[in-house]
């Protein structure tokens, strides 16, 4: 079991599991498309999914894909602005920073951010600096060796599992020697990043793997690709897949689910979390009268 995870206000474990919501201020994402690029949108996403449950707001500014370039001012441009109104809004939310880049994550987190979501396994090092200086947590994940905004090609592991936790545990313990908070550390496999549907999917059957390294685990499931070749659906059809995954995933003890649908993920989660005896029933009526 996984210990402890505090962001902000808010304390975690995989008894305990948060959602965190997908906000993106970007036009090309590949869910949305552009739907929560404009700020309005973006705050109005936000209001919804803390309405529908989520406990972590995740807020990026790049395309994780291939795409248009985006300099270090833009992102900044696209993110921070939210960041700060989401805090002015919600002083209860924790609030995430999807960026590899430390300058980006040293004025979210100056504007507000309680995490830094580094997707990119370190690319740019001195992002794990920045979480040590400001006290912010941090994500640290795993990448099979790309570059960001790259795609996989050919990807071959001896043993993904093996090559996922001797990565990300590497990453946490460079984190914490650097100052960075034991409890603010989280580690993410990162489906589908540098790896195939294979892989992913063998991820999630032996996610107790990671979760046994005792760092939180945080799971990125939602509308993947590994969800649409498994069952060849198209972007706008995975959220079954997705929710079957955060089912296992939730079993088997990941502490944080990134997720575009917020309301089902929670109802999955909690549902979960009753049928393993961590959380009782909102209601208990049934033959009881």
Known sequence: MSGPLRLGRRTFGARRPAVMAIVNRTPDSFFDRGATFAADAALHAVERAVADGADIVDIGGVKAGP????DVAEEIRRTVGTVA???AAFPDVVISIDTWRPRVAAEAVAAGADLI??????AEPDVAEVAARTG???VCSHAGGLRPRTRPHRSTFDDVVADVIGTV?????RAVALGVRRDGVLIDPAHDFGKNTRHS??????LDELVATGWPVLVALSNKDFVGETLDLPVADRLE?????TAVSAWLGATVFRAHHVRPTRRVLDMVAAIRGDRAPAVSRR???
Do not use: H, K, Q
Not at 117 to 122: L, P
Not at 201 to 206: N, S, V, Y
């Open 67 to 70: 795409g248009d370039e985006v």
């Open 85 to 87: 109104a989401v805090r």
């Open 117 to 122: 979501n580094d997707t990119w396994a370190g």
């Open 136 to 138: 912010a947590g941090l």
């Open 169 to 173: 545990t590497r990453l946490a313990d």
């Open 201 to 206: 999917l063998e991820i999630t059957r032996r």
């Open 241 to 245: 897949g997705t929710l079957a995954a």
């Open 287 to 289: 033959a009881l009268a």
